[in-house]
C-alpha cells in the first residue's frame, strides 16, 4: 500500500520569510511518481511538479524549489521569499502502478 | 488550452435526495477521474475511467453512487440517496495515456456538496 505523510497541518509565516513543506512517502513500487500540488481558497488542484524515481535531481522553478531524498524517502518544497498569494493547501502525491495517493495536506498561511 | 471543466460548482441537498455532477476533461484526454475530498483531507479517488470504460472503481461506494461516461468525453457522477457524510467537495481530472505526462492529472474546481 501506498502511503504519504505531511506531518505538517498548518504553517504561518510572514511574508518574505522562507518556507519548507515536508513530504514523507511510503511505497514499494519500484518505479513511482512525487507531485505537488497547490490548491487555493477557490478550490481547484493546481498541478506545479512531477518527479519520477529515478530522478534525484533537485529542481527549481522561480522562488519554489524541490528536495527529493530516495535514501530519506522524502520529496520537500521550499518557498523562498513567501508573498501573501502562496496562501494556500498544499499536498503532496504519490503515484505508482496503482491509484494517486494524497496526503493530507499543509495548510501555509503568509501574512503581510 | 481549456481545463477541466465541473459544473455545478455548488449544490446543497436534504439526506435522501439525489445529485449529479458533470466533468468535461481536457480535450483529448482519455483518461478520467472522479475524486471525493472532505474537509482538511487528502483527495481520495472515487472512479477511473479510461475512455468509456472503468478502470478502477474500488473505493466507489456503488450502493449509492454511480458514475458514467458514455461516449469517453464527458462523465456525470450521482449520489442517490445522499446521507450527510458526503458533504465534500468532488473533483474531476483528467489525464493523458500514453505519453510522457501520462503521470500528471490535471484537475477542475470542483463540486462543493453540502447534504443537510
Known amino acids: 500500500a501506498q502511503k504519504v505523510t505531511q506531518a505538517q497541518t498548518e504553517i504561518s509565516v510572514v511574508e518574505k520569510e522562507d518556507v519548507t513543506l515536508d513530504c514523507v512517502y511510503e511505497t514499494r513500487d519500484t518505479t513511482y511518481y512525487l507531485f505537488w500540488y497547490k490548491q487555493p481558497p477557490s478550490g481547484e488542484l493546481v498541478f506545479l511538479i512531477r518527479r519520477n524515481s529515478f530522478d534525484e535531481q533537485n529542481e527549481i522553478s522561480g522562488r519554489y524549489s524541490w528536495n527529493f531524498q530516495k535514501s530519506t524517502s522524502s520529496f520537500n518544497f521550499t518557498i523562498t521569499a513567501s508573498q501573501v498569494v502562496d496562501s494556500a493547501v498544499y499536498f503532496c502525491?504519490?503515484?505508482?502502478?496503482?491509484?494517486?495517493?494524497f496526503g493530507k495536506g499543509t495548510m501555509l498561511l503568509v501574512s503581510p | 488550452e481549456a481545463g477541466v471543466a465541473q459544473s455545478p460548482r455548488y449544490k446543497i441537498i436534504e439526506k435522501r435526495q439525489s445529485v449529479a455532477f458533470w466533468c468535461n476533461p481536457i480535450?483529448?484526454?482519455?483518461?478520467l477521474y472522479w475524486y471525493q475530498q472532505i474537509l482538511g483531507q487528502g483527495p481520495k479517488l472515487l472512479i477511473q475511467?479510461?475512455?468509456?470504460?472503468?478502470?478502477?472503481d474500488s473505493q466507489l461506494p456503488k450502493d449509492r453512487f454511480s458514475a458514467e461516461r458514455l461516449k469517453g468525453v464527458d462523465s456525470t457522477l450521482k449520489i442517490q440517496p445522499a446521507k450527510l457524510e458526503d458533504s465534500a467537495v468532488y473533483l474531476c481530472?483528467?489525464?493523458?495515456?500514453?505519453?510522457?505526462?501520462?503521470?500528471?492529472?490535471?484537475f477542475g474546481p470542483g463540486t462543493r456538496l453540502l447534504v443537510l
Open positions: 502525491a504519490l503515484r505508482g502502478y496503482s491509484t494517486l495517493t
Open positions: 481530472a483528467s489525464s493523458t495515456p500514453g505519453t510522457g505526462d501520462q503521470e500528471t492529472q490535471y
Open positions: 475511467f479510461q475512455n468509456n470504460g472503468v478502470v478502477d
Open positions: 480535450s483529448g484526454h482519455a483518461t
